[in-house]
């Protein structure tokens, strides 16, 4: 089924897509990342080649024009298949690229776009502590001014990625404890900088780039790294807080749509070759039902995904409309998987079946770019509801 307003171009580059994931994610190669939660950089950097990690930068930096239906387009059918690859093909096309475009400074867009565009840079989000999550402004992690230097301490949890990455992009307090919002600053911290520790956590899902805990001990980072450069300095909630928050709930919409999208076509397929009673289980109704039913819910899910990228698309104010997407989809993608589990019984509780991931991947979509339950916060406060 063709997605929401789908331009003749973007339906060519998800048959682009489609090819490459085909030959080089095939399902052996994808279960085998998952177990041994393998980041396939090769692979990586096979969609740099294909010119897909420049889809949010300008030309003048090397990329093809800011395309937010198209990357969610390559999102969609990368996650598809595998998190191992669609998780960080979005730590470099959206995370570097897209954060750097919108509130970087003219000397990092020259230096930085570029490498996202051509090399695949890769950022981790260095937001969440052990004893922060949704409430940024309270972060502890932070940095110190020494000259031209900045000295980080402090830890970061839930880094996705962070042993990949190029930089660490770091929330840090800059100033008092008492201004909560206007002591906040970004720093690019390299994961390999002297002082830097890194702790891998075991999750259920997200496999491949891996999550990690992060620590800073006395990290000197150069002035240059400051997100934004000097000015930007005790200024960063305005640069957490615009554009690209409402972009990263339609990307997170868009890696539910493509797991719950890859559920419904293997419950699709195997209710046709699955035979019980001497006919196949596509014929009772009861699976019918099932399947009409998710097949119903991913049409919504993509409509609401594609119409929320194509507002971004057209600089539009799109707060509410890219909450609601994240809510309704991440939930409604959940609500797919797991009937679709249903259909292939005891076998969608094995490894040898795509199913089994597809799960424990989808499990965690509701909470990934600010939960469901800040996302119905959003909508009533942009809404206008008295509280």
Known sequence: MLSYGEAEHTRMLRDTIARFVEKEMPNERVQAWDRDCH?????????VELGLTGLTI?????????????????????????????????QSTCYAGLNIAEVGSEKQKEELLPKVANEGLIFAYGFSEPDVGADLASVRTTAKRDGNTLIVNGSKRFCSGAAHSDYIYTLVRSGSEEERYRNLSLVLISPDSPGVTLSQQQTLGLKGGGTYDVSFDDVEV?????????????????????????????EVAGMALGIAAAAVKEAWEYSQERVQFGKPICTFQSIRHILADVQTQLHACRIMTYHAASLLDQNADATVETSMTKLFVTETAKDIVLKCQEVLGAYGYVTDFNMERLV???????ILGGSSAIQKNNICNRMKLPR
């Open 39 to 47: 980041f396939p950089k090769d692979v990586h950097m096979k969609l």
């Open 58 to 90: 300008d030309e003048k930096y090397g990329g093809t024009g800011r395309d937010i239906q198209s990357t969610i387009t390559v999102i969609e059918e990368l996650c598809g298949r595998s998190l191992s690859v669609g998780g960080m093909y979005i």
């Open 222 to 250: 150069p002035i240059e790294n400051l997100v934004g450069g000097e000015e930007a300095w005790n200024n960063a909630w305005p640069m957490l807080v615009g554009p690209g928050l409402d972009i990263e709930k339609v």
């Open 360 to 366: 424990r991947d989808v499990l965690v979509m509701p």
